[in-house]
């Protein structure tokens, strides 16, 4: 599990991830805030469907690949999370892409 | 109308985007990350003093740099990625989307600072949630004031030592550090030492980190020569063995990989430049002159993606390609350019003496470049493994872009980024044929993703613009 240092004092928001609402910090990118409530496992892969989660968390890897407000593919440790965003695990290569 | 497009605001992009503002020139500076800094200095300018202290970290450079910026009239886009850059008729030809909208512009000048990648580190279970980046885990501290209780630390490189003493100063040490460091790389770097102490304070910083490791009781295992961790839903364990074969099995819930960097070549690659293999630092970068200049000159690379030389240099780097492109704009006369250049092309030279040393300390071991396991994962993307890759080389399919062909490995979204690098590699060691000959994957744009509906919502004006790849003939009208 991951914990907040000292001194990291921003202001609190909520988004919400499958259903239930986790705590985040304005300034969290949106795979910060997953792995800060102690979600690890952002997707599964289309092949095996082995779980994986982020590993370089700046853009490089794509494997912290979740659904943001029902687009899928997002890379999660680029997207600022932002207050009442809605966050889903993506299964394989997720749903089909639709514009927001 | 924008006279320069400068891509990543690391070190090197925030000094080359401001020396050529201050120059005259009308600069966009392009990032994809959501704050100036890079990786270096990701987070430092806006961190609070309480954070600053809990790090241990100073970011006096960091806020002086972004600071400069703010001073002069570039115009600074925060997540902004950009996915081609082609020479054109016109000039270079740049396509990048931001909020949500695809852009494709002409350019007469592009300055590339995007900066470095970690090597990839494929080992067994190295696909597992709980696994990341040292870099990754540093990124989590200095971005989100993150850190794990516990975790354990392999590979090898400064950074993975600097992680280390930032976990101990903030109340987290690391359980153990695993150090793939191997004592033939000790034994050769030793003849670049004397180089190396004309710049004494890296060194000195780096004995002072290994004492205060040392200090914190972090279990300390040097010469690890195999690792492998284990789990199934998450990670769970290390096991290693070193070259005195001794074992060990430690649990852990993270794990923190590191094994160098390299520079992020993707976008210079897909716009063909030319590039050359370092057989030094193990890795490709694109053959520039002293002023950042690539096969084409108005494109220059800044920073660690031009070589990797630390984010000092870097600094330096931006500020030498800036003042060449204003030369190039008519706005520097080459002799104000050349004595401009004087002080950070000084400042790079004193900046780089340790690497020669750093290169030879910490090569990685060649188990690590060809992983031994068949089940090692080589491609992330498309779960390629060693074991499936390794007949297809026997067979003769022995360039990385036939490999592609074959097996998928390297056609995933990081576009071989996690792979291309161990693909080559693979290939060199069956093949025995050099690294520099056996050759890297052919890539091409969009080096990102883009989606489709961000590429037609492009404004209606820019919808006229003369395609002028094929890429952007098809994909744009589609």
Redesign the interface.
């Given at each position: 599990?991951?914990?907040?240092?000292?001194?990291?004092?921003r202001t609190p928001i909520t988004l919400r991830f499958e259903g239930r609402a986790i705590a985040a910090?304005a300034?969290?990118?949106v795979a910060?805030a997953l792995?800060?409530a102690g979600i690890?496992?952002?997707r599964t892969?289309p092949?095996?469907g082995?779980?994986?989660?982020?590993?370089?968390?700046?853009?490089?890897?794509?494997?912290c690949?979740v659904i943001v407000d029902g687009v899928p593919?997002r890379q999660a440790?680029?997207v600022?999370a932002a207050d009442g965003m809605e966050i889903a695990r993506q299964d394989g290569m997720g749903a089909p892409?639709?514009?927001? | 109308m924008t006279d320069l497009v400068v891509i990543g605001a690391g070190p090197a992009g925030l000094a080359a985007a401001a020396c050529a503002a201050e120059g005259g020139l009308d600069v966009l500076l392009l990032d994809?990350?959501?704050a100036p800094g890079g990786?270096v200095w990701r987070?430092l300018a806006r961190a609070?003093?309480?954070?600053?202290?809990?790090?241990g970290i100073d970011n006096a450079g960091a806020r002086a740099a972004v600071a400069r910026l703010e001073g002069t009239s570039a115009r600074y886009r925060p997540?902004a990625?950009v996915w081609q850059l082609a020479p054109g008729e016109g000039g270079i030809e740049l396509g990048y989307t931001a909020e949500?909208r695809a852009h494709l512009v002409e350019i007469p000048q592009v300055i590339v600072a995007t900066g470095a990648?970690?090597r990839p580190f494929p080992i067994p279970g190295?696909?597992?949630?709980?696994?990341?980046?040292a870099?990754?885990a540093q990124?989590?501290?200095k971005?989100?004031?993150?850190?794990?209780?516990g975790a354990i630390l392999a590979g090898s490189g400064p950074l993975l030592y600097l992680l280390a003493v930032q976990m101990i100063a903030?109340g987290?040490p690391p359980k153990a550090l695993l150090d793939t460091g191997t004592t033939a790389a000790r034994r050769r770097a030793v003849r670049h030492l004397p180089a190396a102490l004309r710049s004494p304070a890296p060194l000195l910083k780096g004995l002072a980190w290994r004492r205060a490791i040392r200090r914190a009781g972090v279990a300390h295992i040097e010469a690890v020569s195999h690792l492998a961790i284990e789990g199934d839903?998450?990670a769970e364990a290390i096991r290693w063995r070193t070259e005195a074969s001794e074992e060990g099995r430690l649990e852990a819930?993270h794990f923190f990989l590191h094994q160098g960097v390299i520079p992020?070549t993707n976008l210079t690659m897909a716009a063909g430049l030319r590039h050359a293999w370092n057989d030094a630092q193990l890795c490709w970068q694109p053959v520039t002159d002293r002023w950042g200049r690539t096969s084409t000159p108005t494109i220059r690379v800044a920073g660690d993606g031009g070589g990797i030389e630390g984010w000092e240099a870097a600094e330096a780097r931006g500020e030498i390609a800036a003042l060449d492109a204003l030369h190039t704009a008519g706005r520097l006369g080459a002799s104000d350019r050349d004595r401009a250049a004087e002080a950070p092309m000084r400042l790079r030279t004193a900046a780089t003496r340790l690497r020669p040393f750093l290169d030879a300390l910490y090569r990685p071991a060649p188990q690590f470049l060809v992983p031994e396991a068949p089940e090692t994962v080589v491609c992330?993307?498309?779960?390629i493994t060693a074991g499936e890759l390794a007949p297809l080389v026997t067979m003769g399919l022995l360039g990385p872009n036939q490999l592609k062909s074959f097996s998928r490995a390297g056609m995933?979204?990081?576009q071989g980024?996690?792979c291309g690098l161990t693909v080559q590699a693979m290939i060199a060691a069956r093949t025995g044929r050099s690294l520099a000959e056996t050759g890297y994957y052919r890539l091409r744009p969009p080096v990102?993703?883009v989606?489709?509906?961000s590429v037609a919502a492009r404004r209606s004006r820019q919808a006229s613009l003369r395609p002028s790849s094929p890429w952007a003939s098809s994909a744009l009208t589609s």
């Open positions: 599990m991951f914990r907040r240092l000292e001194g990291a004092s910090r300034g969290d990118t910060a792995l800060a690890e496992s952002f892969t092949r095996t082995s779980p994986r989660g982020p590993l370089c968390l700046m853009g490089a890897c794509f494997d690949l593919n440790c680029l600022p892409i639709t514009p927001s | 994809e990350n959501p990786q987070g609070s003093r309480a954070q600053l202290s809990t790090l997540g990625t949500g990648q970690e190295w696909t597992l949630p709980g696994v990341l980046t870099g990754g990124t989590l501290m971005g989100a004031g993150l850190v794990a209780e903030a987290a839903a998450r819930q992020a992330r993307c498309e779960e995933g979204a990081c980024r996690y990102k993703p989606r489709r509906w």
